[in-house]
Each structure stands twice: as C-alpha cells, then as structure tokens.
C-alpha cells in the first residue's frame, strides 16, 4: 500500500513537471550538463584504457622485458640522464638469464631493427627484423601459421633463416607459398622457413610487417656493441622478477646497496602506469562535473522555493484533506529528485552522443565504449542532488501550517 | 444522541506584530451527530477561526476540545490530519480544486491519503460524483466546469472517505442564488442521509438552512448553547 502512495506521488510529480516543461527544462539544464561530462570523460577515458590495454597486450602477457631503458612516462631529465649512462645490455645477461633461471624457463633476446626486404623485383620497406631465440614464440604466445619457427640449432649455427609475418609475405609472395623461398634482407639472402600467424593493429600501426631471423645472426647486422632487450616468460605466481633481478645484478657486477642498472619491463606495468595517469585527469574532470552539478543543485533548490510558494493553496488542500506533513515533504522531495534524474537522463543520452561523435572522428581508434557504472554514478549524484537540493524547499512546504497555506492569496 | 463535539472555553489568540488578536474568547459549543448547525456572525466575530478549531485545521490557544470523546487540543500535527482524514469533509468558498487534474483525480485525492487502492480510488470517485449529478463531468478539468459544478466537485471530494463531520465555508459565497441552493439542496441531502453538517456564513438565506444557529459576536456565542 505504501508503495501505492510513491507510486501516487511520483505521477502527481510528473504531472507537475510536464505542466511546466520549459521550466523545468532550463532548471535542470546545470544537471544535464554536469551529467554529460561525467559520461563523456568517462567513457572515452574508459575507451582509451581499453585500447590501450588491448594494444599493450599484443606484447604478450606475462611477458617481462629486460631493457636498457625503463618503459613509460614522466622521468625527469636528471633521472633520463642517468639511465642513458647505463651499460648497454648485451647477449651475455641474456645467456646468463637462460642458464641460471629457475623460475622461468624461456628466454629470448629481442634485437630489433628496421630494414629493408627484397624477392626478385618485389620489395618490402621498413620491415621490423627482430632477431630472436627459438623461445621466442612461446614467449610472446605467437605461434606460425605455416612451415616452423626458428630453432634452437638454427641460432647455434648462425643460419640465415626468416620467419615472415603476414604483410611482408603479402608484399613478396603475393601468389606463391614462400616457403623454402630465398628473400634478401638489407642484402643477404635467408630462406623462408615459416609464415606467422596474422596479428593485427597496434596503436595503429600493423603488427605484422616483421620478420624473425636468428638473434646470432641479428648480430651481424647490429655488430655486438648494441644494447638490446630480453624477453622473460614469467609464469604465473612466480617470483621471476625478483630472480631476473638478482642474476642480472650478479652478471653486471652490481655491489649491494647499489641501485639497479637495467629495467624490467612489462606491459602489465605499463598499462597500470597509463591508468594512472588517466585517473588523474578523470578525477579532475568529474571534479569539474561535481561543481556543475552543485550549480545544477542550487538551480533546483530555487525553482522549487518558487513552486512551493506557487502552490501554497495547493499544499494547504492537501492538508486539510489529511496530508500529513510527511507526505507533503515526500511529494516535492520526489518532484526535485524526479526533475534531476530527467536531467540526468538527458545528460546520459547527451554524453552517449559525444561519446559516439569522438569515436567516429577517431575512426574507431578510441572505442564507443559507456561503462555501466559511469551511468550509475551519473544517476546517483542525481539522485543525491534531488535530495540534497530539494529537502529545503520539501520541507518548507511540509511546514506550512494549513490555515495559513488555505489563506494564501 | 451522542455528543459530537464538545468545546469549553476555547480561546484562540493570534499575535499581529507587537499586539495580540483575541479571535475567540471562551467559546463552548457542543454538537451531537448529524445535527445541521450554522454558524453565523459578522465578519471579524471569529467564525472561521471556530471553524478552523473545529474542523481540526487549527488548535486552540487554551481550552478544551472533545472530538468523538477525545481530547483534540491535545494532538500533534500527524494526530490533527489523521482526524481530518477520516472524520472530516472540508467545502471551501473558492472551491480549491487542483486546477490540472480532471474532476475524478480531484475528488480521489482524499483518498490517495487514506492508502486507497488505486483502481478503487477512480471507481469511488466516479460513484460519487454521480450521486452529486456530475456523472457526466468525471473527466473535465476544473476550467471547463460552471462554479456550480466545481463546488459540486468538491462536495464529492469532501465526501471521499466518507467523513461524518462535512465542513462548508461559505459554500455559496461565489454562487448566483440558482446555483447556491443547490449546493444547499445537497448537503441538506447529506444531512438527511445522517452526516453532520456545518456551515459557516454570513448570508441570511444559506444560515436558515440550518437546523441550529450559533452566532458569534467579537468571539463569543451569544445567546445559549
């Protein structure tokens, strides 16, 4: 039965606000606006994350990077230069970490450099070689879509052999399988021994124009004075970071008390950085949202002092006939939390748009993307604010004493 | 008959800036249900503050107040609109109806305050409407009705939960005379059916329908009681 009488009011309150739609409109305009930011930074932020993380992933999860240079954002330039001092990482902490792991099983340096391919009069620009292990494919969780992956003897004998990704093969071999083919990198010839499986994009760019030779081999490019990157397969609940840590500190002789001179990287930790980041901003911008929706607030604060004062008469009939103040305190209550949920409302439609309009001018690049509690937050400060805003006004009226509200002109 | 109200020295003091009003000055009046009583007096004399008191939308500033043989004076403001909710029909002169809302919203509006079933509050409404002969106007809005009609609407609202006690200020006072006795003829109706009837006027004509007359002068019942 009680349900009955919100039920009542929340009509009496539609009907009220649908009397007066212009005003009620403009009132809730602070709200709309408050609501829309909150979704649209939200949701493009969320997308961004999204696409982000997706991006980073494709480097492999679980996948630790031992490098030079630490990944990520926001160095100063004392502590930049000081990393730059640091002695390169070379084949040595590689094989250290492959012999004395115990934690981890597969290791494989990563030397990347971008290079030129040929086949007969066909070409491929700027292709990304990456000398690698045999480990390597089960590092990255990549696997080959045709022939074999490199192996472990063809690192030992320093073959001239290449595991093509999809565009490269698509560049040369557009109508032949490649396999057992002879390709010219920057020069000298390899043999085709496998074909990746496709990858797709990565902060736009094709993750499948690449090729992987040999990391002995690599070397003969690069010479050995070359810092370079090692790809750990840290599996889960291990404390392989830890040991990478103290091996590579025995290796590179480091003292103890000595701060560590490598960085190990992952892209776990890189995504995590990036969040932050973009955490800071989302709470900046929701703070700007919150101070819209206070000026909203206070919008509903007023129009409902005028409507109370409005419908004195009202509210005096409604008392003599037996409204108990707490029912007339419930009745605009519910009217100031109905006025801001349209807006909220509105707003969430509004945001939706912009969400929409951004990713379709970003070609899809940030997703369209509205988290769920984005609009139940957005909600709920409506929500809150109807209360907040309009307990005043509610209560002003639940107040008024019958015979002063019955002779109210 | 059993003794509907009874009220022994009721003042009712209002302050006005730096003075004091004395609007009713030890009033006793004593109503036995369905009597038809009048009130009556020249303006000032403190009829509508008596009827306030009565009609429990006002409390008295010292005094007693015996309602259906308890003591109202003593009651807070839920306790005072829980009476009028059940005890109680107000009929104003201006009508005050709720001027968006068709004719049956109006006249169910009591009844949304004493937790009616929804379906039901509209069929009452409409039946009672009928029995007040606007079986054709349930769905009019109040602009779109006569004053007679309007007043008939909020007879019917009054009615809604059935009170025994049917309180009409003025009821007439914005009616041509045609329209005025009907509105009479109605709660002379009303009273015959066995509710109890107050009217508070200061017209000749709608006071003789009353089967009792309390005057009041200057806040006092003049004459006995």
């Known amino acids: 039965m009680f349900s009955g009488f919100l039920l009542e009011i929340l009509r009496s309150s539609v009907e009220s606000i649908k009397a007066n739609k212009l005003r009620s409109f403009l009132t809730t305009l602070g709200i709309v606006i408050g609501v829309m930011t909150v979704i649209g930074v939200m949701s493009v932020i969320s997308g961004f994350q999204k696409y982000i993380a997706t991006s980073f992933s494709q480097l492999g999860a679980n996948v630790l990077y031992v490098s030079k240079y630490p990944w990520g954002f926001g160095m100063s330039r004392e502590e930049w230069k000081k990393i730059q001092r640091r002695e390169d990482i070379g084949l040595k902490e590689a094989e250290a970490l492959k012999e004395y792991g115990t934690s981890f099983k597969y290791v494989s340096p990563s030397i990347l450099r971008n290079m030129k391919m040929e086949k007969d009069d066909k070409e491929a620009e700027d292709v990304q070689i990456e000398g690698a292990s045999e480990d390597f494919s089960r590092i990255t969780n990549r696997e080959v879509s045709l022939g074999r992956f490199l192996s472990k003897d063809d690192i030992k004998y320093m073959r001239h052999v290449c595991v093509l990704g999809q565009d490269v093969v698509n560049a040369l071999f557009p109508e032949e399988n490649p396999i057992g083919k002879k390709v010219k990198i920057q020069g000298r010839q390899f043999s085709v021994i496998g074909i990746m499986k496709e990858k797709g994009k990565m902060m736009g760019q094709s993750m499948d124009n690449t090729a992987f030779i040999p990391y002995t081999t690599m070397t003969a490019f690069t010479g050995k004075r070359i810092s370079i990157n090692i790809a750990v397969y840290a599996e889960e609940g291990k404390e392989t970071e830890e040991e990478i840590r103290w091996i590579l500190r025995g290796v590179r002789d480091l003292k103890p008390g000595e701060e560590d001179d490598f960085s190990i990287n992952s892209s776990e930790a890189l995504i995590s950085q990036f969040n932050q980041m973009t955490s800071t901003f989302l709470m900046i911008s929701i703070a700007i949202a919150a101070i819209s929706l206070v000026v909203g607030g206070i919008g509903i604060m007023n129009i409902m002092l005028v409507s109370v004062s409005e419908r004195t008469r009202e509210i005096g009939v409604r008392k003599a006939i037996g409204a108990k103040s707490g029912e007339i305190l419930g009745q605009f209550l519910m009217e100031s939390v109905v006025i801001c949920l349209f807006g909220g409302f509105l707003g969430i439609i509004l945001g939706a748009s912009l969400t929409k309009l951004i990713s379709l001018m970003s070609n899809g690049n940030v997703p369209f993307h509205i988290p769920i509690w984005s609009i139940i937050l957005g909600f709920g400060f409506c929500f809150t604010i109807g209360v907040f805003f309009g307990y005043y006004p509610a209560r002003k009226a639940s107040k008024l004493s019958p015979v002063e509200a019955l002779r109210y002109e | ?225």
């Open chain 2, 1 to 225: 008959m059993s003794e509907l109200i009874k009220m022994r020295d009721v003042t009712k003091v209002y302050p006005l800036g730096q003075t004091e009003v004395h609007a009713l000055r030890g009033v006793n009046v004593s109503i036995k249900k369905g009597e038809f009583i009048s009130i009556i007096g020249p303006s000032g004399s403190g009829k509508s503050t008596l009827m306030h008191i009565i009609g429990c939308l006002d409390v008295a500033t010292s005094g007693t107040y015996f309602l259906r043989g308890k003591d109202v004076s003593k009651m807070d403001g839920n306790q005072l609109a829980d009476i009028r909710k059940e005890f109680i029909g107000f009929i104003f002169q201006d009508f005050y109806l709720l001027p968006d809302v068709p004719a049956w919203y109006n006249v169910s509006l009591p009844m949304i305050y004493n937790r009616v079933a929804p379906k039901e509050r509209k069929k009452k409404a409409v039946v009672i409407l009928e029995s007040v002969g606007l079986g054709d106007r349930v769905n009019h809005l109040p602009n779109q009705l006569s004053g007679g009609e309007r007043q008939r609407v909020a007879i019917a609202r009054a009615l809604a939960n059935e009170p025994e006690i049917i309180i009409a200020d003025e009821p007439t006072g914005n009616l041509d005379s045609v329209r005025g006795e009907e509105i009479l003829e109605i709660l002379s109706d009303l009273h015959e059916k066995g509710k109890t009837i107050i009217i508070v006027s200061h017209e000749k004509y709608v006071a003789e329908r009353g089967k009792r007359k309390i005057y009041l002068k200057d806040g006092r019942v003049e004459g006995k009681n």
